[in-house]
């Protein structure tokens, strides 16, 4: 496993995605719309630098079952607030091909919210086939599996507290 981002590399990402955030809507109430499971520290460590009124909501989706393939994308939202008319924004911890937070912007902007964005810690580079962009990027990253700081493998490495890239053989392994 070789690091890519250290505690101190994601903190000052953290740092500068939400002032971006803060800067963005201001003192306004914000409706976070987390997606579960790989979002959990950025969810934890983001909120907490937020000094707007914030209210926090989780919603479920998975496009990977289990290993680093691309699967059928699923989604369950019966965790959500009542997110009409509020300023929402959808948080998820990668943006690879895009689908994932396709899927959740739809899903989410059907609910009516007055306002509706999305921020990503990490964008990987060359991977996507949607044509939306996440408003808020932590961080830009090579074409790579990453494990950490929410994300996992197989369920593991969630609660690394730096992101490491897992090469092909040590996949294989487990
Ligand atoms: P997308 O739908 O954008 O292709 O994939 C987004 C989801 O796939 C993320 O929420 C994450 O769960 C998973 N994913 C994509 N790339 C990686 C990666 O490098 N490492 C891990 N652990 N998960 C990834
Ligand atoms: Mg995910």
Not at 55 to 65: G, N, W
Not at 74 to 95: A, E, G, K, T, Y
Request: proline share 5%.
């Amino acid at each position: 496993m070789r690091v890519l981002l250290d505690e101190d590399q994601l903190r000052v990402g953290v740092d500068q995605m939400a002032n971006q955030i803060l800067s963005r809507y201001g003192d306004q109430p914000l409706t976070i719309v987390a997606i579960m499971t790989g979002s959990l520290m950025l969810l934890a460590d983001l909120s907490r630098r937020l000094t707007m009124p914030v209210r926090v909501s989780l919603i479920q989706a998975s496009s990977y079952r289990g290993g680093t393939q691309s699967g059928d994308l699923w989604i369950r939202d019966d965790m959500m607030l009542d997110v009409s008319d509020r300023n929402v924004l959808v948080l998820d911890d990668i943006f690879d091909t895009g689908r994932t937070l396709q899927a959740v912007m739809r899903c989410v902007g059907q609910m009516r919210p007055r306002t509706l964005a999305s921020a990503v810690l990490l964008h990987k580079q060359g991977r996507q086939v949607v044509s939306l962009q996440p408003d808020f990027v932590g961080f830009h990253i090579p074409d790579e599996f990453v494990v950490g700081y929410g994300l996992d493998y197989r369920d593991l490495y969630r609660n690394l507290p730096y992101l490491a890239i897992l090469d092909p053989p040590e996949i294989e392994a487990l």
